[in-house]
């Protein structure tokens, strides 16, 4: 049986780009990720102490990864832990590795940005973030570069594809 103790949750390493390319194009459902530019932001992410990238393995195989991020903020009266990505290998869900990747950042946050909450956009998994303690809180707007709103129906839609992942 998988359980969350299967699987090894660590910070990546440059060494995690193949996998995690791969994994980054399952998540993506707005824009197809080219190489040269996850390759810049991933170089940007692994040099920045305020960025939090976590993969998980199991066996030697990378199943699911989290980046996340701790950011000043005015309205919050102290830094703020933001989930920008997190995916889970659809195999793996339910088998709480999710919840596992969300308590290693939070505690993180807390721990090195001393984060007073923590938040994420998505339209997704809901059930999945309110049974780990968020709550709905605000609705999501965005613009791409070129001044097009985006929309549900529209071109560039939410880029979660976290699914039901208890």
Known sequence: MINSQTFTIRPAATADADDLF???????????????????????????????LLVAAAGGDLVGYLYGLTHPSFHANGPIGWIEELYVDEQCRGT??????MSDFE???????????????????????????????????????NGRAATEEGAEPDHDALGEIT
């Open 22 to 52: 791969r994994l980054a194009g399952l998540l993506a459902t707005s824009a197809v990720p080219e190489r040269p530019a996850f390759d810049r932001a991933l170089a940007a992410i692994l040099a920045d102490r305020n960025q939090r």
């Open 107 to 145: 505690q993180w946050a807390a721990d090195s940005g001393e984060a007073v909450y923590f938040a994420v956009a998505t339209r997704r998994a809901g059930e999945f973030y309110r049974s780990i303690g968020y709550a709905e809180s605000a609705g999501y707007f965005k613009k791409v570069r």
């Open 96 to 101: 709480g590795l999710g919840r596992r990747l």
